[in-house]
């Protein structure tokens, strides 16, 4: 399996992340924001998911040439400029970091509307369970018109929604991890 460095350890993200990329044969390294010497261990992973809750703990220097990464920080800070008074930060440095990876997830837009379209998908599957519902309608996807272009993501094509960007970056972690 490929290198892979999960950092945050929380029961949410990190631990849960950890396993699933076991499971699928990742040769896993748990790290935080209080791993000595973070960054060496960033430097050898194929795949880096990052939940530590810090703004731009993970460098764009560290990140292995073509490596995944996976961004679920969410860090707010105020910003006057912005409608909402605040903008968002990840725990990685975007700007940095996707010039040299080979796929990665933005904060906004990037791991949060898929977490909320799963979420969805979940609702409406445990309803059907609950009334005993088979199948509904025609066997097509659920609609992802309502999630903004995110043409930035891992060199994917502009026009496709940000979940099936997720998607796309989802299926090539998997066939990263097959290999």
């Known amino acids: 399996g490929k290198n892979v460095c999960v950092v945050g350890r929380s029961k949410i993200v990190g631990a849960p992340m950890h396993d699933l990329l076991l499971w699928a044969h990742g040769t896993v390294t748990t790290c935080h924001s209080r791993t000595p010497d ?13 939940a530590a809750g810090k703004k731009e703990l993970v460098k764009g220097e560290w990140i292995k040439p073509g490596a995944v990464v996976i961004d679920c920080g969410i860090n707010p800070e105020p910003d006057a400029t912005k409608k909402s008074g605040v903008k ?3 725990d990685v440095e975007y700007a940095a970091a996707k010039q040299i990876a080979g796929a990665i997830t933005p904060v906004p837009g990037g791991v949060g509307p898929m977490t909320v379209a799963l979420l969805m998908r979940n609702t409406v599957t445990s309803a059907k369970r609950m009334h005993g519902i088979t199948s509904v309608g025609s066997q097509r996807s659920y609609s992802t018109a309502s999630f903004p272009a995110a043409p930035h993501l891992g060199g994917a094509v502009r026009g496709l929604s940000t979940s099936a960007h997720l998607a796309r970056t989802g299926l090539r972690l998997l066939r990263m991890l097959k290999k």
């Open 38 to 50: 973070l960054g060496y261990h960033i430097r050898q992973a194929d795949v880096v998911v990052v």
């Open 88 to 90: 968002l930060w990840g």
